[in-house]
């Protein structure tokens, strides 16, 4: 499989949970099936980072729609108040932050001093983000998902800190593929034990029906349609959430 056959399969992965995730009488496989999503689009992603003919400009158009994805979730909250709110959907900062750790650690392995100085400016960045209720009190009225958007914390996001490392683990494993399925599985295995500790139906572990998917990757990109899947994310949440709400009223 191409990255594009892999990105339009998680896109349809995706597009199902999200029905589910604003029409409770969705079947409830939709979620389950949803759970394979962004493990593809982070397996995609990690494999973008390292044949990108420019990371800069990669992690920032990243970070440009983390920025966008929160101004959307504060406008539609906003103008079309709901029981359930939009939601928090921004896979675009789990992705971002995976992208810097992941040029931290080779720029460190080069070379150590810039590689420091740009651990450490990460390291600062969560020290300004604890900060910002102190700096900015206006900030005090925003969750902390909202600041996270703007101001990138490695916990607070989406997916968590785990899946920041499960994204680095793909990376620097690309090429030892047995190594890969094996960390991915004990990953999986986690999910399924964390969730049943805290006495959830554990759910996320269902990502494990992504790992034949990446497997099959052929190392080819494929089709284009790069902006595609840029739009797509916040087009597709967008309108499952207005048709959600007029449905509710």
């Known amino acids: 499989m191409t990255t594009f056959s892999l990105k339009l399969t998680a896109a349809a992965l995706m597009t199902l949970d999200h029905i589910g995730f604003y029409f409770p009488a969705a079947p409830i496989w939709f979620r389950w099936l949803g759970r394979g999503a962004y493990p593809l689009f982070l397996f995609c992603m990690v494999q973008g980072c390292s044949h990108t003919r420019s990371r800069k400009r990669y992690l920032l158009r990243l970070y440009l729609m983390s920025v966008f994805m929160t101004a959307l979730g504060l406008f539609l909250d906003a103008r079309v108040p709901s029981e359930g709110g939009y939601g928090n959907h921004n896979i675009f900062l789990p992705l971002f932050l995976t992208g810097v750790l992941i040029s931290a650690v080779e720029l460190y392995q080069q070379d150590r001093k810039k590689g420091g100085l740009l651990l450490g ?4 960045v969560q020290v300004f983000y604890m900060l910002l209720p102190f700096l900015f009190p206006f900030t005090r009225n925003f969750s902390g998902d909202v600041l996270t958007g703007v101001v990138p914390n490695l916990a607070v996001n989406e997916y968590g800190f785990e899946f920041i490392a499960l994204g680095m683990a793909l990376y620097f494993l690309r090429d030892r593929r047995e190594a890969l399925a094996a960390v991915y599985w004990i990953f999986c295995i986690y999910q ?9 139906f554990p759910v996320q572990w269902m990502m494990a029906l992504a790992l034949p998917l990446m497997l099959r990757y052929n190392g080819e990109k494929g089709r284009g349609w790069k902006w595609f899947f840029y739009f797509y994310y916040p087009a597709h949440t967008c309108l499952l959430f207005l048709l959600s709400a007029a449905l509710a009223g």
């Open 121 to 124: 400016a990460a390291a600062l």
């Open 192 to 200: 399924f034990s964390a969730e049943a500790l805290y006495g959830y």
